[in-house]
């Protein structure tokens, strides 16, 4: 699961989100505007971790899986 998000963070695939809640994958329609490549920085309020997500992306932390809230 990290793999892939570091992928999808990565730009590598598009109009994919993951929801680690649900535990799905969402695909999203492709004609659908996305802030691609807008980085903001998370602090997780788990660990206290500072985290680069992309603005408007599900994210979890990436030091101790807790779901982001950007």
Not at 14 to 40: F, L
């Amino acid at each position: 699961m990290k793999k892939l998000e570091k992928i999808i963070a990565g730009g590598y695939i598009r109009n994919i989100q993951i929801d680690r809640e649900g535990n799905y994958i969402m695909i999203t329609a492709p004609n659908r505007r996305v802030n691609e490549k807008i980085y903001i920085t998370v602090t997780c309020p788990s660990c206290g971790a500072k985290n680069q997500v992309i603005k408007g992306r599900l994210s979890t932390c990436e030091y101790c899986g807790q779901r982001l809230t950007p």
